[in-house]
């Protein structure tokens, strides 16, 4: 029996633009990309100035700032791998929700700790928990902003999805850089507003749309 091909975008400018469009004006896919930005955000400013921050701020050294990378790193891809373990039996919508509430706590404390004038251990404790909450946010704010789109759209959601990303991280760290780079405040401001408002978009906008 035969059925009919999904319907295709083409390849020609306007074609592309069209389909682009369209998806930017699903507000599912609207809001997941936008909070997957926020959330990308924080980490492109954790990246970009934390080196600086805690070296010579806090008088890290290279060595102990590349071990600490490599845990929070670790950190990501065990709650990644866990979130992929347990899409199957838990909704896809908690399990971002879970990573959303890990960044926001981390984003809270980070600031705490700078206002407050914490050591190195909360510093460092805020930035394994934004790390481990992205390992959740970004594959399952991609799988759930996907799943709203049609099969043959997919190419166009991708594409508006990992732009949408690229451009927030772009402007992110210039940004935390602008205000300083010698102590924890600037960059602290920057992770607890991005992941705040990521946790914004995605617990409080999410709920609205279908």
């Not at 700790?113 to 909450?133: E, I, N, Q």
């Amino acid at each position: 029996m035969w059925t009919r091909a999904p319907p295709r975008t083409g390849t020609a400018p306007g074609a592309v633009l069209r389909s682009l469009a369209a998806v930017a004006r699903h507000r599912t896919f609207a809001v997941l990309t936008l909070t997957a930005a926020l959330s990308s955000g924080a980490m492109f400013g954790y990246i970009s100035g934390a080196s600086f921050v805690l070296q010579e701020g806090y008088g890290l050294s290279p060595q102990g700032f590349s071990l600490l990378f490599g845990v929070n790193s670790a950190g990501m891809i065990i709650t990644g791998q866990l979130a992929g373990r347990l899409a199957g039996r838990v909704p896809m919508r908690r399990l971002l929700a879970i990573g959303l509430a890990l960044s926001g706590t981390a984003g809270v404390l980070l600031l705490v700790a700078a206002l407050a004038g914490l050591g190195l251990p909360w510093v460092t404790s805020a930035l394994f928990l934004m790390t481990s909450g992205q390992g959740m946010i970004y594959p399952m704010a991609l799988t759930l902003a996907m799943s709203s789109q049609p099969t043959f759209r997919a190419g166009s959601a991708s594409a508006l999805f990992g732009l949408v990303q690229w451009i927030v991280g772009g402007l992110t760290g210039p940004i935390a850089g602008a205000f300083g780079t010698h102590t924890l405040l600037p960059l602290a401001v920057t992770i607890a507003a991005l992941s705040l408002s990521a946790c914004l978009s995605g617990g409080v906008l999410l709920r609205r749309v279908h």
